[in-house]
């Protein structure tokens, strides 16, 4: 198992920032990729945030009202090792 992290992207227009509006997913719970974990807001828009891989979410960094910085981790996945690549 691999914990992978999952950082607050550029959601566009140059923001450094957006606030996590609400938690979609908890510590637990099975993802996807592309699946919706959280809303978020910026100066200019609320936006969803898909998640760009599967796995098992490990931890949630921050709680709902919190202002993070771009590139900040704002989730933790447990991933299986070598996911995607299965033996003959």
């Known amino acids: 198992m691999t914990i992978r992290e999952f950082k607050m992207p550029d959601v ?3 923001l450094t920032e957006a ?5 979609y997913v908890q510590p637990g719970d099975t993802v996807t ?3 919706v974990v959280c809303e978020v807001e910026t100066a200019k828009a609320a ?3 898909p998640i760009p ?3 098992v979410v490990h931890a949630l960094l921050f709680e709902e009202g919190t202002t993070v910085d771009v590139g900040q981790v704002i989730i933790s ?6 996911a995607g690549a299965e033996a003959p």
Request: glycine share 22%; no cysteine.
């Open 12 to 14: 566009g227009e140059g």
């Open 19 to 23: 606030e996590i509006l609400k938690w």
């Open 33 to 35: 990729d592309g699946q």
């Open 47 to 49: 936006v969803e945030l």
């Open 53 to 55: 891989f599967d796995g």
């Open 77 to 82: 996945v447990q991933t299986e090792a070598g």
